[in-house]
């Protein structure tokens, strides 16, 4: 399973954070994409892919769509800003890929919205928003890659809304991805470490001493 980690130059102080509870909680190998290589430490199993300079938010789909051109039929996408809380299980995915399924979505984001329930798998509303979810999910190329278009922001991606598109969103009853998205909304030092062990959160206040309270 190829796992995809992008990252934004001003988020790369949450990298040994990200990094850390990665390791503990799931620890498969990535690659990790962004513009300018971190100045942190790379793990061992973390292949890092530079996309060149960064420039400007309308930009990101512009940037990243040559990357996932690329790539297989199917992979893992999440973002720096997915901490991790608990183990990530083992999981049968195959044969969801088999339903026409754009997404498989990893968290339980696609409950917060419209949705059928079988008792094990969750599927959206094909008029339901926000399909295109930057949340943890397996997803297929060509399916990302009809909406990935150059010259959108990741506000833009998420906000396109495709509907009645003739593929399927799924997901999980039990999401097998629990995080926290890392920060706070318009302050990227403030952390939400809600849910989070003690140990996890007494360790992640000794390497991130500027987090803001």
């Not at 009645?164 to 991805?177: R, S």
């Amino acid at each position: 399973m190829k796992i995809i980690v992008t990252t934004s130059d001003k988020y790369h102080h949450l990298l040994p954070i990200f990094f850390y509870l990665y390791n503990k909680y799931w620890g498969e190998p990535f690659d990790l994409v962004g513009h300018a290589k971190p100045e942190c430490e790379l793990p061992d199993y973390c292949t890092w892919v530079s996309l060149g300079p960064q420039t400007w938010p309308k930009d990101w789909s512009t940037q990243l769509r040559p990357y996932f051109e690329q790539q297989p039929d199917w992979f893992v996408w999440m973002m720096e800003d997915t901490f991790l809380k608990d183990r990530v299980p083992k999981f049968v995915i195959l044969e969801l890929c088999k339903c026409n399924a754009g997404r498989i979505d990893f968290s339980n984001d696609i409950q917060k919205r419209d949705h059928t329930n079988d008792g094990a798998i969750i599927t959206a509303h094909p008029n339901s928003r926000y399909r295109l979810s930057t949340q943890p999910s397996f997803w297929n190329k060509n399916f990302l890659l009809q909406y990935l278009k150059p010259g959108l922001s990741p506000w833009d991606f998420e906000t396109q809304d495709p509907k009645n598109d003739g593929w399927h969103v799924m997901g999980y009853v039990n999401p097998p991805v629990n995080h926290n998205e890392g920060v706070r909304r318009f302050d990227t030092r403030k952390l939400n470490l809600d849910g989070m062990c003690q140990e996890d959160i007494d360790y992640i206040n000794t390497i991130a001493p500027w987090q803001t309270k």
